[in-house]
């Protein structure tokens, strides 16, 4: 029966420790969780500013939703496309000192948009190999040639576009890969993209908000000018605390996109009180200096505790992010120290395959600025012990 064999793949997960797990959190956001009635402390979210539950980001949701009501009750292109939509747009766009930027409602849905708009038939996509699975799909949807380059490698990427007759290229990148915290060689990407005639499209979900001046994003980290060839996509629920996404580009390409994006002209637009709060959020994101400072503190923290840890099998890779994997092998290996994490009161995701590649499961650690110094060494003490 075909529910049997869904049973039976499922158990098949639960042998080769890759069954995923959820927990309900019985509170806001932030360092301090509570899950089943257990106070524990969370390095698990991606809330790098500490600001999913800022006070001035309630605030705004508030008068938003006083001012806008809660929901949109159509797509932008019909009637959903509110002044609170508008306003923040324009506002990321200056921000990330693009022309124009268009809203989504998730990462996901904004990079569906993006490849399949630019890219079809007879053209290729270059892609990064750790590129996240948001990338992969799009690429898939787009129904352009897949080539992949080793993550990270410029040599090889040029190799692959000096071969390719495509009609059109278009190289896809993180901007910070998500499971190993490392940064994409931006400034090389965008010189064969010159070169190439071809586009650049980065996906900063991890880097909008925590690097660059005023966490204005990874291109602002490489100093790299809002070039023509080049579109950014930043989201929305990670730095900025709240939900979503944009694109920012040069105004042609944005119109591209408002005329065939699918998942942008086939959904209902997000809620006009997120936008509210989003709007405050930038402002904060701009002023976030000593959130960023703080931010950098425990990373040294963390990664200097680690370096001390007397085991030789746990291997820390070299992230200079808020993102800071500590590699343990086996997949069981790693679901029992995680275990043990949780039992002394620490919260540290398990990542295991397909997420990251057979043989390299890992804790991912996700440092914020909402931590604390104690906390941090709080998960040093007990890995210390573990080891």
Avoid at 302 to 314: F, M
Avoid at 338 to 359: D, H, K, N, S
């Amino acid at each position: 029966m075909i529910w049997e064999e869904l049973q039976g793949e499922l158990d098949a997960l639960q042998h080769a420790g890759l069954k995923r797990r959820r927990r309900t959190l019985e509170g806001p956001c932030g360092p301090q969780a509570t899950v089943d009635g257990r106070d524990l402390i969370s390095f698990c979210s991606n809330d790098y500013l500490g600001l999913a539950n800022d006070p001035a980001l309630v605030e705004a949701a508030c008068a938003g939703a006083r001012a806008w009501g809660v929901g949109s009750g159509a797509s932008h292109l019909v009637s959903g496309h509110l002044a609170p939509h508008a306003a923040l747009e324009e506002k990321l766009a200056a921000f990330t000192g693009f022309p124009r930027a268009l809203l989504f409602s998730t990462g996901y849905m904004a990079n569906l948009a993006i490849v399949p708009a630019l890219v079809g038939r007879h053209d290729a996509v270059f892609a990064d190999r750790l590129n996240h699975a948001s990338l992969i799909d799009a690429v898939q949807l787009s129904r352009a040639e897949n080539q992949r380059y080793p993550h990270g490698d410029l040599s090889a990427l040029e190799h692959l576009l000096t071969a390719s007759r495509a009609r059109r290229k278009l190289i896809l990148t993180d901007a910070v890969f998500s499971m190993d915290g490392d940064l994409a060689p931006l400034p090389g990407l965008l010189a064969l993209a010159e070169r190439f005639d071809a586009w650049l499209v980065v996906d900063d979900a991890h880097g909008f908000g925590v690097l660059g001046r005023q966490g204005r994003g990874s291109l602002a980290h490489f100093n790299l000018p809002a070039a023509r060839r080049l579109i950014y996509m930043g989201t929305l629920g990670k730095a900025a605390g709240a939900a979503g996404a944009f694109v920012a580009a040069a105004t042609t390409v944005i119109e591209w996109l408002e005329q065939r994006s699918r998942t942008y002209i086939f959904t209902t637009a997000g809620s006009p009180l997120v936008a509210c709060a989003l709007d405050a959020s930038v402002d904060l994101i701009a002023a976030g200096d000593a959130r960023r400072d703080h931010l950098w503190q425990l990373t040294a923290q963390w990664r200097d505790g680690v370096a001390r840890l007397a085991n030789a099998r746990w291997r820390l890779l070299p992230s200079p992010t808020a993102i800071q994997p500590l590699v343990i092998g086996d997949n069981h290996e790693t679901l029992r120290i995680a275990g043990a994490l949780y039992e002394r009161g620490l919260w540290v995701p398990a990542i295991r395959p397909p997420t990251v590649p057979v043989g390299s499961a890992r804790l991912r650690v996700s440092l914020t600025a909402a931590h604390s110094a104690e906390q941090v060494g709080q998960l040093l003490d007990a890995l210390r012990e573990l080891a």
